[in-house]
C-alpha cells in the first residue's frame, strides 16, 4: 500500500463513520416522528443532539483536515478514482463550511433553534406574532453571524441559497423568478375570470382511511418503490428519509375528508424515496449517498406528484381503481376526477396551494429573505411585508399572522435560503417531461397503460443513479442538454390550464 493509498482508506473510514453517525440520528429522528412513546422524548432528544454534536465535532476535525489536505496533494489526486475525487471533493465542502463555525456558536444555535420552533408552534396557535417576534429576531441574528463567518459571496443571500442549491445564485434566480412571475400572475387571474371551472362537489364526502391506504400502497408499487428497501407509515406531516441505500422510508397522512391528500403525499414522498433507493451502489455507505441538492430533490418527488400524477392519461388509467376502493362514492367519469384534481384558486397556505400558485407563495418568501438579509429587514417589519405581497401577487390578504407570516416552520427553524429549493424542483421538474417526451415519444400511452417502470428508469438513468456525483447543474445539462430554463414550467402550465378551464 501505497501512503495516498493508506490515506485514503483512512479518509474513506473517516467519512463512513460519520456517515454511520447521521443513520444512527436519522432512525432516531423516524421513530420519534413515527409514534414514540412520548415520556421517552427528552432523553431521546438529548441522544440526538450528543450523536449531532459527536457527527461535527468527526467532520470538523483536525484528523479529517489533514486526510483533505493530502489527498488534495498533486501526486494523490493523479492516483484517485472518479469516485474518490468527487467525494474528497463533496466532504471538503461540507468541512470547509463547518470548520469556520465555532463548537461554541454551533451549539448555541442548535439550543436557540429547539427554543424558537417550539415558541413558533405555540405563537402560530395563538395567532400571537409578538410572542414569536424576540425569537425569529435571534434567529436572523444568528444566521447573520454565519454569513459573516461563511463568508458573504455575491450577496449575503447568496451565501444561504448555496447551502441548498450548489452553484445557484441570487442574480441567476431575480432572473428566474421574476419571468416566472410575470407569467403566472395573469395566467392565474386568467383562470380566476373563467367560467370553465372544474366541480369538487363531489369530494365532499368522508372515505375510509383503510382504503386510502390501501390504495397509497398500490400506488407506490406501481412507481416502482422497493418494500424490501423501506416501509410507509402514518405521521402528521408527510416525509421521505433515506437512512441507507437499502432502507428509505416515507410517511403521509390519511384524512377522511380527503380521498387525495394521502395519494399524493404518497406519491410525493414516493418520487424523493425513489430517488434516494436509486443511487448507484458504488456510493453506498458514501457521503456521495444522497440527492445533489435540494432542488433536484423536489423535481422528483413533484415529477411524479404533479407531472404524473395529476396528469390526464393517469387518471384515465387509475381511477377505476380508487373508485373500486370506494364503492358508490365516486360515481363520476374520469375526466372529472382528473379536473377536479386540477383546480387553481389563489389561497392562503403554501403547503395547500395548487400546482400553479404554489410558485407564486415560493416567491413571495424569497423575496423576503433577500429582504432580511440583503437589505436589513427586521422580524418586526415582516408581517406587513407579507400581507403586502400577498395581496400584489395572489389578490388575498391572510386575515391573520397565524394564517400569513407564521405558517412555515422553516424562518423559526433558520432554514433560509431553501424555499426556492421547491419552485427549482417544479421547473426542473417540467423541463425533464419536455425532454422525456422526446426521447420517450410513447411516454403518456405508457401512463395510460400504467406502465410506469420506463419512466422510471429514465430517471434513475439520468438523476438517481449520480447522488451526489454530479452538481445540479450538470444534473440537468445531463439529462436535458440544457441549464435551467423556467420557460418549460410556463408552458407546462399555460398548456394544461388553458384546457382545463377552456382559457
Ligand atoms: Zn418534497
Avoid at 150 to 167: F, M, N, S
Wanted: with cysteine.
Amino acid at each position: 500500500m501505497s501512503t495516498y493509498e493508506r490515506t485514503l482508506a483512512d479518509f474513506r473510514a473517516l467519512d463512513r463513520k460519520i456517515r454511520n453517525y447521521h443513520e444512527a440520528q436519522a432512525i432516531l429522528a423516524w421513530d420519534l416522528r413515527t409514534g414514540a412513546p412520548r415520556k421517552g422524548m427528552d432523553a431521546r432528544s438529548e441522544v440526538l443532539g450528543q450523536l449531532a454534536g459527536e457527527a461535527f465535532k468527526l467532520s470538523t476535525s483536525a484528523e479529517m483536515g489533514e486526510l483533505l489536505q493530502a489527498l488534495e496533494q498533486k501526486e494523490a489526486q493523479a492516483g484517485l478514482g472518479e469516485i474518490d475525487l468527487k467525494l474528497v471533493h463533496e466532504v471538503r465542502r461540507q468541512y470547509d463550511r463547518s470548520v469556520k463555525i465555532p463548537a461554541k456558536l454551533y451549539e448555541e444555535a442548535v439550543v436557540l433553534i429547539s427554543q424558537s420552533e417550539s415558541a413558533w408552534e405555540v405563537a402560530r396557535g395563538n395567532n400571537d406574532f409578538a410572542s414569536f417576534e424576540p425569537f425569529l429576531d435571534k434567529v436572523i441574528g444568528y444566521t447573520n453571524q454565519f454569513i459573516d463567518l461563511w463568508g458573504p459571496k455575491a450577496t449575503r443571500y447568496d451565501t444561504l441559497i448555496d447551502d441548498y442549491e450548489p452553484d445557484m445564485s441570487v442574480a441567476e434566480l431575480d432572473s428566474i423568478f421574476s419571468s416566472l412571475r410575470d407569467e403566472l400572475v395573469p395566467l392565474s387571474s386568467a383562470i380566476a375570470d373563467s367560467p370553465n371551472k372544474p366541480s369538487r362537489e363531489f369530494l365532499n364526502q368522508l372515505f375510509d382511511k383503510g382504503a386510502q391506504k390501501d390504495f397509497s400502497l398500490f400506488m407506490l408499487g406501481q412507481m416502482g418503490y422497493d418494500f424490501e428497501a423501506g416501509r410507509l407509515d402514518e405521521t402528521a406531516h408527510p416525509f421521505a428519509t433515506g437512512i441507507n441505500l437499502g432502507d428509505v422510508r416515507i410517511t403521509t397522512r390519511y384524512l377522511a375528508d380527503d380521498v387525495t391528500s394521502a395519494l399524493f403525499g404518497t406519491i410525493h414522498e414516493g418520487g424523493h424515496a425513489l430517488y434516494e433507493q436509486n443511487v448507484s451502489p458504488e456510493l453506498a455507505g458514501t457521503s456521495l449517498c444522497g440527492g445533489t441538492s435540494m432542488g433536484i430533490h423536489e423535481s422528483q418527488s413533484r415529477f411524479w406528484e404533479n407531472t404524473i400524477g395529476r396528469s390526464r392519461p393517469f387518471w384515465h388509467r387509475y381511477f377505476g381503481d380508487l373508485q373500486s376502493r370506494f364503492p358508490g362514492q365516486l360515481n363520476i367519469s374520469p375526466e372529472e376526477f382528473y379536473r377536479s384534481q386540477n383546480t387553481v384558486q389563489p389561497s392562503l397556505i403554501r403547503i395547500e396551494a395548487d400546482e400553479l400558485t404554489y410558485n407564486l407563495h415560493i416567491i413571495i418568501r424569497y423575496e423576503i429573505e433577500k429582504m432580511i438579509f440583503n437589505e436589513g429587514a427586521k422580524a418586526s417589519d415582516l408581517p406587513a411585508i407579507w400581507n403586502d405581497k400577498y395581496r400584489e401577487y395572489l389578490g388575498i390578504t391572510p386575515p391573520d399572522n397565524a394564517q400569513g407570516v407564521m405558517q412555515d416552520v422553516h424562518w423559526s427553524a433558520g432554514l433560509f435560503g431553501y424555499f426556492p429549493s421547491y419552485s427549482l424542483g417544479n421547473m426542473y421538474a417540467a423541463q425533464m417531461a419536455d425532454t422525456m417526451e422526446d426521447q420517450l415519444p410513447e411516454m403518456w400511452e405508457l401512463v395510460a397503460r400504467g406502465e410506469l417502470t420506463p419512466i422510471k428508469s429514465w430517471l434513475t438513468d439520468r438523476v438517481h443513479k449520480y447522488g451526489k456525483l454530479k452538481t445540479p447543474k450538470e444534473i440537468i445539462v445531463g439529462a436535458t442538454g440544457k441549464p435551467l430554463d423556467p420557460s418549460y414550467l410556463v408552458k407546462y402550465l399555460r398548456a394544461k390550464y388553458t384546457d382545463i378551464y377552456k382559457l
